[in-house]
């Protein structure tokens, strides 16, 4: 163990204590690597997950698990660079980004 | 950030959900695991004094004096981070949090503490993180 984040998981205790995210479409605002996105995802009934910064997006893809892919959609981009989608968004999640 | 949070608000649905999950501005608690018993060490500390996160909860308390989003729950949790050694704990920020900063006194404690012949020990970096959710009104 180098340095280890949260392994009480208080967040993700938090995260579903504050919002349900089943069959929720979910907008992920920052979601640097995936850390957050993965305590959610299999819940959700997708998710767009954004981040500036292409090499947190490449460790976010490459680490995505095989039976949440087809449901997330990582993207390089700011959030005033992501169109508007047809159907809007149930749940927005700011990480850790404002 | 206001801007950011008109744009979520234009994204989500008339009765979309934002749920912001943010460190609050108080120092992270420093503190060594000697087995059972936690000894305080001292505070982390940033380059700017958090300050950025008094923005984020101005911007959001614009958002809904606005109108554009109701606050319907708020609440902290503590997020704790593990580390076995200052080295540890110094390259993880060093690449992570770059603007943090463990001053001297601090620094010295934790590596006085982790020196004691104890074998099960670490470092905890406790950090208040505050969650809130908004519905859009």
Known sequence: MAVLL???DTETKALHDYADF???RVLEIGCGDGRLTWRYADRAASVTAIDPKVEDIEI???ECPAELRHKIDFRVARLEELDSPTEKYDLALLSWSL | MVHALERICDLLKSDGILLDIHPTNEMAAMAVRLQEQIIPAGWLNESDDYVEYEWA???LQHVVSSGQFALERVGTFEFVWHADSMSDLCAYLAEEW???IIDDMTA???EELLK???YDKEILVSEAIRI???RRA
Do not use: Q, S
């Open chain 2, 108 to 110: 010295g404690r934790i």
């Open chain 1, 60 to 62: 976010a893809v490459d």
């Open chain 2, 116 to 118: 004691l012949p104890v």
């Open chain 2, 132 to 134: 809130a959710r908004y």
């Open chain 1, 22 to 24: 089943n069959g929720k």
């Open chain 1, 6 to 8: 949260d392994p009480e």
């Open chain 2, 57 to 59: 909860d101005e911007a």
């Open chain 2, 98 to 100: 770059k603007d943090a």
